[in-house]
């Protein structure tokens, strides 16, 4: 195992390496990661510049206004980036033209004396790795976990010097570079979003890192799409949130019907002004890949290949409970969440916690969950049978849970889903799965026209891609 470097030594690498040279802007929490360099000793190779705009009015004048008024926010820190990086090599690019030139910025507001506001940050980097060549760009999304501003403060400085020693000394790597993001601060940060791209990395997958950033324990929860990596507070921030939660794989007429018409009834729900401001996320979880480590990690591709296809938005989480995610969200003050569940889920789920809080908890577990602006959207199962469907009105609820069941109805917290394609219930999954594997037809007829395509031309889910050649 290779031993991990103090946060000093990583600074003081950095600054004896004649070929690295670059200017620091950091707002908010102060100037935690200049002095890491500055203390290590031979600052002088490698700082060009330091600033600190704190003043709002100051700070406006060298980035320009913020159209939403947050300053802590994505849109700041490539402001900061393009404005310092266009100085350094503006300057500095006729003169020094055998030198890596980097931009580190940071826009950070730690936890505050009341504790009602979570410390958090952008912090980003631009930075050549030959000397000449166009940058590549690092932007991440961190939140503080630590329990006063101060901590909070020196955290910033270690992950700034340790995203910046990690892409110049582990770019090759990705994987090694996320993971030590985190050298020193195990239990002290949440990195949720990070996002890698310049002449380096073209042949990178920024979708893979929202899968490395969970599977190294970075984050329990991150947002990606067909382009790469979202954050929250950017999507987010006082939206109305509808989640589909599944295993897409694949991605049936059921799972499209979810996203086009319980959606409708969300938005029907909402009202014509809060519709304006809705989203549909798809869940997929962690823990529902198949296989270990290439395999799985081929899997998580192969799923949002499909979704990227029926442009969804992926919520990618390593959550087990919905009070998890519930929680999750209420950070970016969601004005309404809307759950989408199976009425078999739903009946597993009231059992789960009926079993689990016998002891008087049952309606604290269940407050969890059943804020007051989430509501659950039911779509029915049909039984074995074929001719019985199963819905929020016939489900066999436990005789302890049913007072509380019933309050749920009546105040419109669990919905049945009024809009819905019958045929797309009765869709065997699995048995799409294994025809498509094997290369045989009629699977088609169950999976959206997008996806069926996606899986043909690119071989997802081990589709035989020959098997076209075969059947045609």
């Known amino acids: 195992m290779q031993q991990v470097l103090e946060t000093e030594q990583k600074a003081l690498e950095i600054n004896l390496d004649p070929a690295i040279y670059g200017t620091f802007a950091e707002i908010g929490a102060g100037q935690e990661v200049a002095r890491y360099f500055f203390q290590a000793g031979a600052a002088a190779g490698t700082i060009a510049k330091t600033m600190s705009a704190y003043d709002k009015i100051f700070s406006d004048v060298i980035y320009g206004a ?26 500095l690019g006729n003169c020094r033209p055998d030198t890596n030139f980097f931009a580190f910025a940071n826009t950070v507001a730690t936890v505050n004396y009341q504790r009602t506001v979570r410390g958090h940050g952008w912090l980003g980097l631009r930075f050549q790795l030959e000397p000449e060549s166009p940058p590549n760009d690092i932007v991440l999304h961190v939140n503080l976990e630590d329990y006063n501003k101060k901590q909070q403060q020196e955290a910033i400085g270690i992950l700034g010097v340790n995203l910046i020693y990690a892409c110049f000394r582990f770019y090759d790597k990705p994987r090694k570079l996320l993971r030590s993001l985190m050298d020193r601060l195990q239990g002290r940060v949440v990195i949720d979003m990070v996002r890698l791209t310049g002449p380096n990395f073209q042949q990178l997958d920024n979708r893979l890192i929202s899968y490395w950033l969970i599977k190294y324990g970075l984050t329990p929860i991150t ?64 823990e529902d890949l198949q296989g270990e480590e290439e395999e799985r990690e081929q899997d998580f591709i192969d799923r949002a290949e499909v979704l990227a296809a029926m442009d969804k938005i992926v919520l990618f989480s390593n959550y087990e409970h919905y009070n998890e995610l519930i929680e999750y969200l209420s950070d970016f003050r969601i004005q309404k969440v809307g759950l989408v569940i199976g009425a078999y889920r739903l009946l597993d789920l009231i059992r789960e916690k009926y079993e689990r809080n016998k002891d008087g908890r049952l309606l604290v577990s269940f407050g969890e969950i059943f804020t007051r602006n989430v509501t659950m959207y039911v779509y029915p199962n ?15 609820i436990p005789q302890g849970m049913k007072y509380i069941y019933k309050h749920l109805q009546d105040s419109g917290q669990i919905v049945d889903v009024r809009y819905f394609n019958p045929k797309a219930l009765k869709i065997p999954t699995d048995q799409v799965l294994a025809q498509l594997q094997a290369g045989e037809t009629g699977w088609e007829s169950s999976v959206p026209p997008e996806v069926v395509q996606a899986i043909k031309e690119k071989g997802l889910f081990g589709y035989p891609v020959k098997a076209e050649s075969k059947t045609s």
């Open 66 to 91: 913020e159209k939403k008024g947050r300053y802590v926010c994505e849109s700041r820190i490539n402001k900061m980036l393009d404005h310092e990086y266009g100085l350094i090599d503006e300057r």
């Open 382 to 396: 049909i039984e074995s049978d074929d001719r019985h469907r199963m819905d929020s009105q016939n489900l066999p």
């Open 223 to 286: 947002l990606f799409d067909n382009k790469g990596p979202l954050h929250g507070s950017e999507l987010l921030y006082k939206q109305n949130v509808m989640i589909s939660r599944g295993n897409f794989r694949p991605p049936t007429l059921l799972h499209a019907d979810t996203f086009t018409n319980a959606f409708r009834q969300f938005r029907e729900d909402l009202g014509d002004e809060e519709a304006a401001r809705a989203e549909v996320l798809a869940e997929l979880r962690f």
